[in-house]
């Protein structure tokens, strides 16, 4: 048996693959194409969703003896701007609605932790690849078609730590803007779903809305831009390679959250290799259900303007656990499967 297994991509479903495949005693080598990990990242706060599944992802990932290297900071609370620039507290007794991480190259962020884990198990990574060796077994590379645009800045501030979700047609066309502060560390971003316009304008708007709602002093601003892709025809497996993360376009279609998809999408890549089982049957079992939902989520979603917004956000003010609600969203019961097909086409 070949025990060496080539990984193109060190993101975060590449360099976890590797770490799973390293434990399961295989030899796994990582080629990437830029010149560090988290290239496109700038210390940009994302959140690991938390409420699709019925279990905390962190207890997830310890399950799975992924170390918890990263620093991840529990969000019970986060605050919703209305396009009346009415604010809505949302609260979660039960467990967190995410946990808040770093990206990119630095101390305690999660693509430096999880390159440090791939560096302590002695596991190569040959940086600045421009091509790649032809017996690539697992297609890491993430994002490859541009479904949403996310925009935004990193940046210092001396205001308090918030969350901060804005929806509003005119800041985030069918997608939503987000402020979130941590320690005097900020990110503002919007992110929204593809159309002829400027984009920038969509950050303008965010930053002044942000700044006008809380007289928000920004310090040392970082401009960043990305993109994310998605699609329910995912492509787990092809010519006996095999896709994880993004790469197979695994992303929640509602609100852009990849990060989950990406860490288990690359543990059940390295359990198929390990015991010789299908991996597109694995990755189906545990992701199709949710996919398809989120799918069901973002049609119906894509339907609210900014009058609709407005009603949502006050009647979801008076539910007793949002966090209940948001998970039973992601269960692909009778009425998502009756959604799903006019979803589909009118979708993708
Ligand atoms: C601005 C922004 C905010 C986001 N916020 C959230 C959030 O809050 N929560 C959440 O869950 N998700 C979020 N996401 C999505 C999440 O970041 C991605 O889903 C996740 O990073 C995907 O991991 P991946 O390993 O598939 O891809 P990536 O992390 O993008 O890694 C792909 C790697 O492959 C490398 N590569 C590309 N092409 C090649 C090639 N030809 N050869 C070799 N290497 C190559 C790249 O350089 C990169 O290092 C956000 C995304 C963006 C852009």
Not at 9 to 18: Q, R
Not at 73 to 81: A, G, L, M, Q
Not at 264 to 276: F, K, P, Q, T, V
Request: charged share 25%; net charge positive; aromatic share 16%.
């Amino acid at each position: 048996m070949n025990k060496v297994i080539k990984i193109a991509g060190a993101g975060i479903s590449g360099l976890s693959s590797a770490i799973f495949l390293k434990k399961f005693g295989f030899l796994p080598e990582i080629y990437e194409i830029k010149s560090s990990v988290g290239y496109r990242f700038k210390g940009d706060f994302q959140g690991f969703e938390n409420w699709s599944s019925d279990k905390d992802i962190i207890d997830i990932l310890k399950d799975l003896e992924l170390d918890i290297n990263f620093n991840f900071i529990p969000s019970y609370t986060f605050k919703v701007c209305s396009p009346k620039r009415n604010l809505k507290t949302f609260e979660s007794k039960e467990r967190p609605f995410y946990y808040l991480i770093q990206r990119g190259f630095k101390e305690g962020y999660l693509d430096y932790s999880l390159y440090k884990q791939v560096e302590n198990l002695n596991i190569p990574v040959y940086f600045n690849c421009k091509n790649l060796p032809k017996d690539i077994k697992i297609f890491a590379t993430g994002p490859n078609k541009a479904s949403a645009i996310i925009l935004g800045i990193n940046f210092d501030t001396d205001y308090k730590d918030i969350n901060l979700m804005i929806c509003d047609n005119n800041i985030a066309p069918k997608g939503y803007a987000y402020l979130l502060i941590v320690n005097g560390k900020g990110t503002i971003a919007t992110a929204f779903k593809k159309n002829n316009n400027n984009p920038n304008v969509y950050l303008e708007n965010s930053i002044e809305l942000c700044k006008s709602l809380f007289n928000l002093k920004i310090y040392n601003q970082v401009k960043f831009g990305s993109f994310g892709s998605f699609s329910d025809e995912n492509i787990f497996e092809k010519d006996n390679k095999l896709y994880i993360g993004e790469a197979a376009g695994l992303q929640d279609f509602l609100f852009g959250f990849g990060l989950r998809y990406a860490i288990l999408s690359g543990y059940l890549a390295a359990r198929s290799i390990c015991e010789n089982t299908s991996y597109t049957n694995l990755a189906k079992k545990m992701f199709s259900n949710s996919i398809k939902a989120s799918l069901v989520n973002r049609f119906l979603y894509e339907r609210l303007d900014n009058s609709k917004y407005e009603f949502l956000i006050n009647k979801l003010s008076y539910q007793k656990d949002l966090i209940h609600f948001l998970r039973k969203r992601y269960k692909f019961n009778l009425k998502r499967r009756i959604l799903y097909p006019i979803a589909k086409k009118i979708l993708l």
